[in-house]
């Protein structure tokens, strides 16, 4: 009963194409989170709310390490 | 970010007052939400707590609380939350302490303001955006304050990487802004009402698009933004797995947006959208499991802390409930189980599980967290805390199992027949009276958790008193804008502000029912937007350093592929409805088979909306033999055509109510005028035990037969098929009709000093109208098995 409102409306083949699109999209972005980027990558981004404590915090290693002195 | 040039070392103070200020929004707005939703449940259980009194019935106050909890509790949670880790994981104090401030007020505003309209019935009717246009106005402002500050402290953020709690906050204030404005388009009819620009199945559609997506993106993603940030900072280690939270991010993005249809499995929805709803529910629970898991493995080798320290007591409990509760959702949706559980208390145990576990056990952890670091003290006491974890947890659970036993009786009488193929519990009442002992049991266990709350509250105020208010402090390596810092005409006139205004026109544009090619134009307008954003900001970045290339792109693809994945997804699930053909057949009379409503009726309609009847009752018969049995045919998607907003309801805590007025095969309303005129002034008076609050003030309160007019017109506008004739005459024929249905109350031997113009006529005249349709399916003997 419902279906007869849709019939011949070329705009409804956009939900398939969108959803395959969808589909190639996120697959490629669980491609890249597992190929493309290094590990290390992602340790030091993880170590971020660690490392914010308040207290002459510097945003990269190589900068504290440089403050040092 | 633009115009960086030289490199500084610089100290900078956090902007963390606005935190406090929005810590304690969230706990003394929180108590309040609690305690209306105490009073609620205990309303179901002694209808005497209405007190005959507007403002304090049940079905004002219930929306009252559902917004409360979300928007107050959970919203200012949220933004505590956001902008104290965005601060220290953007080493940037927010850009604007302005923006903070008009954010930070805007949002009271609007929560006071619906705590006084929602009382008051001024209403939308739409769950979760009862709201009345005037404060969605307020609410837009709020947001857009947030996000252009929330986007701006990005841009001139001091740490390249954008940490995962990042993408959560940039997802959730992207996709609400859609969400929230197109779901509320509305044409304001008065100064305190509006009519909804959807109507019937495509309201339908659009609603629960947003309810379901508000969520997923209001009390989920914001929330695992504040897990992935306060839980390894309380455990003191890393997340478990990097990767799986980048997995968990994209995943729910990419599939929460379709999952909307699951609300309306079973309803004059098109078949392939509810399976469409169906199939990408089942999907999310893989993500969300691997969220939890993430979680909750973070603490691995650090358990023995959580014995300790209640903050990692709450978390962990939170993250659990988290996997309950998307356990349970995609659970719900399987056509079969949603069949049973729909419509049912199971329903509001499965939310209870979700709020209060997850939101209310994650703010309080976070509370316990942050409170004592924001006034620079230690938590007053650990076994305070410890004991509101314990209390609170015994509560949620006796709720939630009180609510499934509930919800499960209750599906199963609705449904038992006897070998003639009659119902078996024909009465509602009986069936109230089966839960009974679950509706009190529900409200010791939200007593319970409210108690636990109000022991945060007293332990967080012990903390601030023996504390100071301290701003955090950090050295960071800034990035000196060449020209001074951004201006304020550069924000007003600024590209996002131009490209905040130009969606907010595609959206409507889009939205725009019935003219397929505005929509159409719409959705390119809004792709064009998407496109022509990423252009500029990648332009923009060009002018940077080498590595700053690198770095802005990324987030900026990020917010790209969100705002691409939000949008998409949200037009391929409302497109039906928007090119949905409105068109109601023609009956054998040769008049429209559904009329629109009469002056009278749409009075009564207007009633009906603004009392919220739609908190307990359903217009939506599904296609099963038992509901046939009990209410007649199934709905069909024609008969909320003209229905500026839809009421199919998501709860029966009293019958369905759409074929109220043409009865099974009858074809006659199931009770006379003088029936309703006393169940509606004291339901008890004709329905012994029930426990529908009484509406005794509709007998004096008198309908403003000044807007009448003004409504069949703003309905016209809206596609509704009046004739300027219908209108010119629309105050006579008010009369004239009100007039019939005192002459039947007389008849009946009812009173005969009813005014013609009270809202009670006009309820009664809309009651009565309800299943007065002439479609097919309305005689064939439709709903087998």
Same mark, same amino acid.
């Given at each position: 009963?419902?279906?007869?409102l849709?019939e011949?409306?070329?705009?409804?083949?956009l939900?398939?194409?969108?959803?395959?699109g969808?589909?190639a999209?996120?697959c490629?972005?669980?491609?890249?989170?597992?190929l493309?980027r290094?590990?290390?990558?992602?340790?030091?981004v993880?170590?971020?709310?660690l490392?914010?404590d308040?207290?002459?915090?510097?945003?990269?290693?190589?900068?504290?390490?440089?403050?040092?002195? | 970010?633009?115009?960086?040039?030289?490199?500084?070392?610089?100290r900078i103070t956090?902007?963390?007052?606005?935190v406090r200020?929005?810590v304690f929004?969230?706990?003394?707005?929180?108590?309040? #939400?609690l305690l209306?939703?105490?009073?609620?449940?205990l309303?179901?259980?002694?209808w005497?707590?209405?007190?005959?009194?507007?403002?304090?019935?049940?079905?004002?106050?219930?929306?009252?609380?559902?917004?409360a909890?979300?928007?107050?509790?959970?919203?200012?949670m949220?933004?505590?939350?956001?902008?104290?880790?965005s601060?220290r994981l $953007?080493k940037?104090?927010?850009?604007s302490?302005l923006l903070?401030?008009?954010?930070?007020w805007?949002?009271?505003l609007?929560?006071?303001?619906?705590?006084?309209?929602l009382?008051?019935?001024?209403?939308? !009717?739409?769950?979760?955006?009862?709201?009345?246009?005037?404060?969605?106005?307020?609410?837009?402002?709020?947001?857009?304050?947030?996000a252009v500050n929330f986007?701006?402290?990005?841009k001139i953020?001091?740490e390249r990487?954008?940490?995962?709690a990042?993408?959560?906050y940039?997802?959730t204030?992207?996709?609400i802004?859609?969400?929230y404005?197109?779901? &509320?388009?509305a044409?304001?009819?008065?100064?305190t009402?509006?009519?909804?620009?959807?109507?019937?199945a495509?309201?339908?559609?659009?609603?629960?698009?947003?309810g379901?997506?508000?969520?997923a993106?209001f009390?989920?993603?914001?929330?695992l933004?504040?897990?992935?940030y306060?839980?390894?900072?309380?455990?003191?280690?890393?997340v478990?797995?990097?990767?799986?939270?980048?997995?968990?991010?994209w995943?729910l993005?990419?599939?929460?947006?379709?999952? =909307?249809?699951?609300?309306?499995?079973?309803?004059? $929805?098109?078949d392939?959208?509810?399976?469409l709803g169906?199939l990408f529910?089942?999907?999310?629970?893989?993500?969300?499991?691997?969220?939890?898991?993430?979680?909750?493995?973070?603490?691995?080798?650090?358990?023995?802390?959580?014995?300790?320290?209640?903050?990692?007591?709450f978390?962990v409990?939170?993250?659990?409930?988290?996997?309950?509760?998307?356990f349970?959702?995609?659970?719900? !949706?399987?056509?079969?189980v949603?069949?049973?559980?729909?419509?049912?208390?199971?329903?509001i145990?499965?939310?209870?599980?979700?709020?209060l576990?997850?939101n209310?056990f994650?703010?309080a952890?976070?509370?316990?967290?942050?409170v004592?670091?924001?006034?620079g003290?230690?938590l007053? !006491?650990t076994?305070?805390?410890d004991?509101?974890?314990?209390?609170?947890t015994?509560?949620?659970?006796?709720y939630v199992?009180?609510m499934?036993?509930?919800?499960?009786?209750?599906g199963?009488?609705?449904?038992? $027949?006897n070998?003639d193929?009659s119902?078996v519990y024909?009465?509602?009442?009986?069936i109230i009276a089966?839960?009974k002992?679950?509706y009190?049991?529900r409200?010791i266990?939200?007593?319970?958790?409210?108690?636990?709350?109000?022991l945060?509250?007293?332990n967080?105020?012990?903390?601030?008193?023996s504390?100071?208010?301290?701003?955090?402090?950090a050295?960071?390596?800034?990035?000196?804008?060449a020209a001074?810092g951004?201006s304020?005409?550069?924000l007003?006139?600024g590209?996002?502000?131009?490209?905040?205004?130009?969606?907010?026109g595609?959206?409507?544009?889009?939205?725009?029912?019935?003219?397929?090619?505005l929509a159409?134009?719409?959705?390119?307008v809004l792709?064009?937007?998407?496109?022509?954003?990423?252009?500029m900001?990648a332009?923009?970045?060009?002018n940077?350093?080498?590595?700053?290339?690198?770095?802005?792109s990324r987030?900026?693809?990020?917010t790209?592929?969100?705002v691409?994945?939000?949008?998409?997804g949200?037009?391929?699930?409302?497109l039906?409805g928007?090119v949905? &053909?409105?068109?109601?057949?023609?009956a054998a009379?040769?008049?429209?088979a559904?009329?629109?409503?009469?002056? $009278?009726?749409?009075?009564?309609?207007?009633?009906?909306?603004?009392?919220?009847?739609?908190?307990?009752?359903?217009?939506?018969?599904r296609?099963?033999?038992?509901?046939?049995?009990?209410?007649?045919?199934?709905?069909?998607?024609?008969?909320?055509?003209?229905?500026?907003?839809?009421?199919?309801?998501?709860k029966?805590t009293?019958?369905?109510?759409?074929?109220?007025?043409s009865y099974?095969?009858?074809?006659q309303?199931?009770?006379?005028?003088?029936w309703?005129?006393k169940h509606?002034?004291?339901p008890?008076?004709?329905?012994?035990?029930s426990?529908?609050? #009484?509406?005794?003030?509709l007998e004096?309160?008198?309908?403003d037969?000044?807007d009448?007019?003004?409504?069949?017109?703003?309905?016209?506008a809206l596609?509704?098929?009046y004739t300027d004739?219908q209108?010119g005459?629309?105050?006579?024929?008010?009369?004239k009709?009100?007039?019939?249905?005192?002459a039947?109350l007389?008849?009946q031997?009812?009173p005969?000093?009813?005014?013609?113009?009270?809202?009670?006529?006009a309820l009664i005249?809309?009651?009565?109208?309800?299943? &007065?349709?002439e479609l097919v399916?309305?005689t064939?003997?439709? =709903?087998?098995?």
């Amino acid at each position: 009963m419902f279906k007869s409102l849709f019939e011949g409306n070329a705009l409804l083949d956009l939900p398939v194409v969108t959803l395959l699109g969808f589909f190639a999209a996120f697959c490629g972005i669980v491609a890249w989170a597992f190929l493309r980027r290094r590990a290390a990558d992602f340790d030091s981004v993880s170590q971020l709310p660690l490392a914010d404590d308040d207290v002459a915090i510097l945003p990269r290693s190589t900068e504290r390490r440089a403050s040092q002195d | 970010m633009t115009d960086t040039v030289a490199l500084e070392k610089r100290r900078i103070t956090y902007d963390d007052g606005t935190v406090r200020a929005f810590v304690f929004a969230s706990v003394a707005w929180g108590l309040i #939400g609690l305690l209306v939703g105490l009073l609620a449940a205990l309303q179901l259980s002694f209808w005497q707590l209405n007190f005959d009194t507007p403002w304090l019935t049940f079905s004002r106050i219930r929306p009252l609380h559902t917004n409360a909890v979300i928007f107050a509790l959970v919203g200012n949670m949220m933004f505590a939350g956001v902008y104290h880790s965005s601060q220290r994981l $953007l080493k940037s104090r927010m850009a604007s302490d302005l923006l903070s401030k008009i954010h930070l007020w805007s949002w009271q505003l609007v929560i006071l303001g619906a705590a006084i309209t929602l009382p008051l019935g001024i209403t939308q !009717s739409k769950e979760y955006a009862e709201l009345e246009w005037f404060l969605d106005l307020l609410v837009v402002v709020s947001w857009v304050a947030f996000a252009v500050n929330f986007f701006w402290t990005l841009k001139i953020r001091n740490e390249r990487n954008l940490y995962v709690a990042i993408w959560f906050y940039i997802a959730t204030i992207l996709t609400i802004a859609v969400l929230y404005i197109v779901n &509320n388009l509305a044409l304001p009819v008065t100064g305190t009402k509006s009519y909804g620009i959807f109507a019937g199945a495509q309201d339908a559609l659009t609603q629960w698009w947003y309810g379901h997506n508000a969520v997923a993106f209001f009390l989920t993603t914001p929330i695992l933004g504040i897990m992935y940030y306060y839980l390894p900072k309380a455990a003191d280690r890393p997340v478990y797995s990097y990767r799986l939270s980048i997995i968990h991010f994209w995943a729910l993005v990419f599939i929460y947006i379709w999952a =909307g249809p699951h609300h309306l499995l079973y309803t004059a $929805l098109p078949d392939w959208a509810q399976s469409l709803g169906m199939l990408f529910s089942l999907m999310l629970w893989a993500p969300s499991w691997g969220g939890m898991l993430n979680g909750l493995l973070t603490l691995r080798g650090a358990w023995h802390k959580v014995r300790t320290d209640p903050v990692l007591k709450f978390f962990v409990a939170g993250v659990t409930f988290y996997g309950m509760s998307t356990f349970e959702g995609p659970l719900l !949706s399987i056509k079969s189980v949603s069949a049973l559980g729909h419509y049912t208390d199971w329903i509001i145990g499965h939310v209870h599980g979700g709020a209060l576990g997850w939101n209310g056990f994650m703010a309080a952890g976070m509370f316990y967290w942050l409170v004592p670091r924001l006034f620079g003290t230690k938590l007053h !006491s650990t076994g305070a805390a410890d004991f509101h974890f314990w209390i609170g947890t015994f509560g949620i659970l006796m709720y939630v199992v009180a609510m499934w036993v509930g919800g499960v009786t209750q599906g199963l009488m609705w449904r038992e $027949l006897n070998p003639d193929g009659s119902l078996v519990y024909p009465q509602w009442v009986e069936i109230i009276a089966q839960v009974k002992l679950m509706y009190m049991a529900r409200t010791i266990g939200g007593g319970m958790y409210v108690l636990g709350w109000v022991l945060m509250i007293w332990n967080l105020w012990k903390t601030v008193a023996s504390g100071k208010a301290v701003d955090g402090e950090a050295e960071v390596t800034v990035y000196k804008p060449a020209a001074g810092g951004p201006s304020t005409a550069r924000l007003v006139f600024g590209a996002p502000t131009i490209m905040t205004v130009l969606g907010l026109g595609a959206c409507y544009m889009m939205a725009d029912s019935g003219n397929v090619v505005l929509a159409i134009v719409g959705v390119v307008v809004l792709l064009v937007i998407v496109a022509a954003s990423g252009f500029m900001l990648a332009a923009a970045a060009k002018n940077r350093f080498q590595w700053h290339d690198v770095t802005e792109s990324r987030p900026l693809a990020f917010t790209l592929l969100v705002v691409l994945a939000v949008v998409a997804g949200g037009v391929v699930e409302l497109l039906p409805g928007i090119v949905m &053909n409105r068109e109601v057949p023609v009956a054998a009379s040769g008049k429209l088979a559904v009329m629109p409503y009469t002056p $009278l009726q749409l009075e009564g309609r207007d009633v009906y909306v603004s009392e919220g009847c739609y908190v307990c009752h359903s217009q939506m018969i599904r296609p099963f033999y038992e509901e046939y049995a009990r209410y007649g045919a199934p709905s069909d998607i024609h008969e909320s055509a003209w229905d500026h907003p839809f009421q199919w309801g998501s709860k029966r805590t009293g019958p369905d109510l759409a074929r109220i007025g043409s009865y099974l095969e009858t074809g006659q309303p199931k009770y006379n005028e003088l029936w309703h005129y006393k169940h509606m002034t004291d339901p008890r008076s004709v329905s012994a035990d029930s426990n529908m609050p #009484g509406y005794p003030w509709l007998e004096t309160t008198k309908v403003d037969l000044d807007d009448t007019p003004g409504k069949l017109q703003a309905m016209q506008a809206l596609g509704v098929p009046y004739t300027d004739e219908q209108i010119g005459s629309a105050l006579d024929d008010y009369r004239k009709e009100a007039d019939g249905v005192l002459a039947k109350l007389r008849e009946q031997a009812g009173p005969d000093d009813l005014a013609w113009d009270s809202e009670l006529v006009a309820l009664i005249a809309y009651l009565q109208r309800l299943g &007065n349709n002439e479609l097919v399916t309305r005689t064939a003997a439709a =709903g087998g098995k």
